[in-house]
């Protein structure tokens, strides 16, 4: 019962000013420390590998499937493309078609980052990248088309990527290596 | 060596307004900087080295702004106010010793002046809530008013006593009367002294005439450009003003160590203490409400200081 009527007892002069010195000490500790900020553009920011800074796109899985554009909360993906057909590899054979992509462009003046269209992606080919300083002087110039697309996956971590997937430009295959 | 009266008179005039356009801007560049580090942040550092000439570019964009009137505003009230919230301090400023050759205008009884010619800023401030024409100026600029009729008394109580206490109404002559042990015989007074100047000044704790999130800045909601510089450059002109005054009356201004010579660096140096302080205030404590803000002033402040006058004169009989 005290502790109950300490708690609702109203503050009284000498809480206050505790309070008061309070405020001065932790004011006064941090003036004491270094600060916290970085200096953004004279200092590049040490971000998380899996920062969710752009939408990156691993064209080769993409099977122009359209989940990814109808998705999409801000509809700021545009996805054309044509089949073809691929004659029979053997004789007697079936012909198969296939998508081939032709324009896949995100709108990242529209794009909220919500990332829905890499959760929906069955085949692997969309993914976060960390990459962050890509403003542009001009809104249209937000319309990024496939090949800037696939520059991003640059720096996808590895960690993100499909199991067996090789970066372009990387010797080493799971082949290889056992 | 001796000057002809007039040119001593510019040149007094010219050091006064010099030191009247720069004390401010440091006293607000030190405020950019110390609230930053007190909050974990470094503050303007992009123009010059640290940041230092940020307020000199805040200075160029205000001018570059539209100084706009609004159609409702009383138009010469309006126009009028942030000058009359200005001058004043230039004014106490002169008046105000560095040290016992170092005043730009003797005058006889300078405590008296300087205390009254500071209480007309806040006509300022009155007439820039009133002349707006907008309800948020027009309920800051009561507070304010309030605020100051309720502060006015306590400080000019705490001044009397130091007053008492050196048995003269000059500055001059009150600093060099001061001995060390009125630290503490004139402690409750400069308390008070102190708590009345930050609420004179509107500052935190004792913002709420000017608090942005009740009133939208009070009375200076509808200032821009040029006019919006000179209330915010009378406010750190202010906490300048307040600083030396409390300085000379209660920390004994140029007395220290080779106080013949370094005189006037004593007082600049008590006086950033005690800015520093009143900077320091703003960044640690709440907002008063308006309440609470006359209760403190009515309740506490002016029978301290009472009280303190008259400790100070039993004091004066006993051993003066």
Redesign the interface.
């Known amino acids: 019962m005290s502790t109950q009527e300490s708690r609702e007892r109203a503050p009284g002069a000498l809480d206050l000013l505790k309070g ?1 010195g309070k ?2 000490a ?3 500790r ?2 004491a ?1 270094p ?3 970085r ?1 953004y553009p004279h200092a590049e920011p040490d971000l998380p590998e899996r920062s969710h800074g752009v939408i990156a796109l691993l064209e080769e899985n993409c099977t122009s499937c359209m989940l990814c554009a109808r998705e999409c909360p801000s509809w700021c993906i545009y996805i054309d493309s044509h089949k073809e057909t691929l004659e029979p590899t053997t004789e007697g054979g079936r012909a198969r078609q296939h998508n081939v992509l032709d324009r896949f462009d995100i709108d990242f003046s529209l794009c909220m980052y919500c990332g829905i269209c890499i959760e929906v992606c069955p085949f692997d080919a969309l993914f976060w990248a960390p990459d962050f300083a890509y403003a542009e002087g001009d809104i249209r110039n937000l319309l990024h088309d496939k090949p800037k697309l696939g520059t991003w996956m640059e720096n996808v971590p590895d960690s993100a990527l499909p199991e067996g997937y090789v970066r372009p430009g990387d010797p080493a295959t799971p082949e290889t290596e056992e | 060596m001796e000057l002809p009266l007039t040119v001593e008179i510019i040149l007094k005039a010219v050091v006064v307004l010099a030191a009247f356009l720069t004390l401010p801007l440091a006293i607000g560049q030190t405020e950019h900087k ?1 609230m ?7 503050g303007p ?1 992009e123009a010059g080295p640290h940041g230092i000439a940020q307020l000199v570019a805040d200075g160029i964009k205000f001018v570059q702004k539209e100084d706009v009137t609004p159609a409702a505003a009383d138009r010469w009230v309006f126009r009028l106010a942030p000058a009359v919230a200005l001058i004043p301090y230039l004014i106490a400023l002169a008046a105000i010793p560095w040290s016992a050759a170092w005043v730009a205008a003797d005058v006889p009884a300078s405590l008296l002046f300087v205390l009254a010619v500071t209480s007309v800023g806040i006509f300022g401030t009155l007439m820039a809530g009133w002349g707006s024409g907008n309800k948020y100026s027009l309920v800051g600029g009561m507070r304010a008013g309030a605020q100051l009729v309720s502060y006015e008394l306590p400080m000019v109580l705490a001044a009397a006593s130091v007053a008492m206490a050196a048995g003269t109404l000059s500055l001059t002559g009150i600093a060099q009367a001061w001995s060390w042990w009125w630290l503490v015989w004139q402690l409750p007074g400069a308390l008070v002294f102190l708590i009345a100047a930050v609420a004179e000044l509107q500052r935190v704790p004792f913002d709420a005439p000017v608090a942005d999130a009740e009133v939208v800045f009070g009375p200076y909601t509808e200032y821009s450009g040029l006019g919006f510089a000179f209330f915010l450059l009378a406010e750190y002109a202010g906490i300048v003003v307040m600083s030396l005054l409390f300085t000379v009356l209660f920390l004994g201004g140029w007395s220290g160590p080779w106080s013949d010579t370094l005189g006037p660096v004593w007082t600049l140096l008590k006086a950033t203490m005690v800015a520093i302080l009143i900077l ?1 205030l703003r ?3 709440p907002r008063v409400r308006e309440d609470q803000l006359q209760r403190l002033a009515w309740v506490v402040l002016v029978p301290v200081a009472l009280v303190q006058l008259a400790l100070t004169g039993v004091g004066v009989v006993v051993w003066g």
Do not use: K
Request: proline fraction near 0%; charge should be positive; aromatic fraction near 8%.
């Open positions: 008061l405020g001065l932790t004011t006064a941090t003036l420390r600060a916290h900020t200096q | 110390v930053a580090h007190m909050q974990g942040r470094l550092m320091w960044i640690a404590w």
